[in-house]
């Protein structure tokens, strides 16, 4: 009987020990931008490096996939379409993926250009948990293309959607263009939000507690914190600027917080 009972506690001591962790890994990619800067025939360079990060995620096996953004150079090039779309089909199914707006999905923000890209990839935000965790994502060409009566009503969704998240234990962000590289200050440019909605935003951000907000965008990799909040600009799938590389964000989340490391995609 006491062997018996030593058998039930020890196994409620497991299940309650693996009910309680909540450690799982997500993955970012962004910029795949299939065809940017490649005189490759056939854009065999960029598909081959969106196939490396293809690789990477299922080698990795995250519970989810971000990409933000940029998704292809032109979306009106359906070559560029096709070798995006057969690479996303490559990602085990068992993994959710979820895909924002670029600037180059919708260059410049229209309503044809945003109808295009819904009947594309069938959303321009997204919202939804995991174990314990919010994931928001949002569309920033409207924000930098300045088109307010858009930029309003995903304001308020944004906003009812951090509300809902507000007991979540940690909330992540993601959007295509950085609200900033490095500093609020910094010089505003085609990189970043103009320097008005910056304050709005991150005071926004701090209200609800958000724990990071991941871009891209820039093709090249920064990290900065400010005020609490991690702003992580991941680098490119495809080709890089400014002196960085090709790579995928490997995002470890713990009960604590996170971390995260922008890496080749061969070393993932």
């Not at 299940?15 to 065809?35: H, K, P, Y």
């Not at 109808?115 to 935000?125: C, I, K, M, Q």
């Not at 701090?206 to 920064?222: E, M, P, Q, R, S």
């Amino acid at each position: 009987m006491i062997r018996h009972k030593l058998v039930i506690l020890l196994t409620v001591a497991v299940l309650s020990a693996v009910s309680c962790d909540r450690s799982f890994v997500f993955m970012q990619l962004t910029d795949t931008q299939i065809g940017f800067r490649d005189k490759t025939e056939g854009y065999v360079w960029s598909d081959s490096l969106m196939q490396a990060a293809v690789a990477a995620v299922n080698r990795v096996h995250p519970a989810c996939v971000v990409i933000t953004g940029d998704l292809v150079n032109k979306t009106s090039d359906s070559l560029q379409v096709a070798i995006y779309k057969r690479n996303l089909a490559g990602i085990d199914s068992s993994i959710p993926v979820y895909a924002l707006p670029g600037n180059h999905d919708m260059r410049p923000w229209t309503e044809e250009n945003h109808a295009a890209f819904l009947a594309f990839n069938g959303y321009d935000r997204f919202s939804f948990k995991m174990k314990g965790c919010a994931f928001i994502g949002f569309d920033s060409c409207c924000i930098k293309d300045s088109i307010e009566t858009v930029e309003k009503e995903q304001l308020a969704w944004l906003e009812g959607e951090l509300k809902k998240a507000r007991k979540c234990r940690q909330i992540y962000l993601f959007t295509h263009c950085p609200v900033i590289r490095e500093s609020i200050d910094e010089k505003e440019d085609y990189f970043n939000f103009p320097i008005p909605k910056r304050r709005e935003y991150i005071d926004l951000f701090k209200k609800y507690g958000v724990t990071a907000l991941f871009a891209g965008h820039t093709h090249t990799y920064y990290h900065t914190s400010f005020e609490g909040i991690e702003f992580i600009t991941a680098g490119p799938v495809g080709a890089p600027l400014h002196g960085g590389f090709s790579g995928v964000n490997v995002v470890k989340v713990s009960g604590k917080g996170f971390s995260n490391e922008y890496v080749p995609a061969g070393d993932a």
